[in-house]
């Protein structure tokens, strides 16, 4: 089976504190990727995330690191069949780090493997998607600040 990989790498005008804070907060999904994702709901512990997307799909995300420090976050889901996304063996690091005056740069990455009869490429596109937009989420979410 094939494996792929996706790659976003964005330089924002915000300090990486802030952005991190936002983008790796474990509980709240909802209100960073509000067109995608309906509800999300923690087990006892935290470290596994129920998400339903608003097209109804049903997919569980465990959080495998979480660094606060270093500003750093791996993830990956759990896969089934129908949860509502292209690829099986999906694993993410969400790095952000500073880079001068006030600004940082958001990296974030993850390996998979496309479900069958879904492409490399397909599959990049579908994770570049969700980081581009949960980014440009975190950058409204700071500037009505």
Known sequence: MAIGQARLLHKLAWPADDVFAILAGWGNLTKVMPAAVKTSELDEAGYVRKLVTTGGAVLHERLLRYDAERRLQ???????????VPFLNYR??????????????VDWSSRFNPKPGKTTAECRAFALMIYRGAVASA??????R
Do not use: H
């Open 74 to 84: 791996a993830y990956e889901i759990l896969d089934t069949e129908n949860n509502g």
């Open 92 to 105: 993410a690091k969400l790095r952000i780090r500073s880079v001068g005056k006030g600004d940082c740069l």
């Open 139 to 144: 950058e409204r979410m700071l500037t009505k």
